[in-house]
């Protein structure tokens, strides 16, 4: 009987282990942005849910961010975004206004993208324009630097 149990046990075991390889790929195939226009959009989904773990996955760190001549280089998102203090400025969601791929090549890209914010009554009050640099990692885009000519705040200390 000990013989038949290690092998029900075993062949158990064998079905869960493929059961979250399989997860896994289906997780990380949904989070994966094939195109930057599907990145950008993915970005500001995942930017509005406010959490700072699923805004993260849009990024290959170290990001460099260039923002009216001044540059900085974050190695954590939690070095980049701060939702308490952005929600501050009256922020409620961003949504994108126009988005333009400037170049493509095999393995970056920069898009520019016109976005506003929108307050708690549903009103824009900002509107700017953002160029990304994107990098194409292991067949998926991610943002890797980020141009911003105008004061958005984004709740760190150092914009």
Known sequence: MGFVENNLSEKLMKKVLLGLVIAI??????FA???PEELMDNYF???????IKMVERNF??????IQ?????????????????????????ESVINSLKLL??????AITQLNFSRINNDG??????DVNYILIKENEYWYISSIIIDSDI?????NN
């Open 68 to 92: 009216n001549g001044n540059k900085t280089v974050h190695n954590d998102i939690s070095t980049f975004l701060n939702f308490k203090k952005i929600k501050k400025t009256g922020w409620k």
């Open 33 to 35: 942005c094939k195109t």
């Open 103 to 108: 170049m493509e090549k095999d393995k970056s």
């Open 25 to 30: 790929m289906i997780i990380e195939s949904v």
């Open 60 to 65: 290959s760190f170290p990001l460099m961010v």
């Open 123 to 128: 009103n824009v009050y900002l509107t700017s």
């Open 45 to 51: 989904n995942d930017f509005n849910t406010q959490d």
């Open 153 to 157: 705040t984004l709740g760190i200390e």
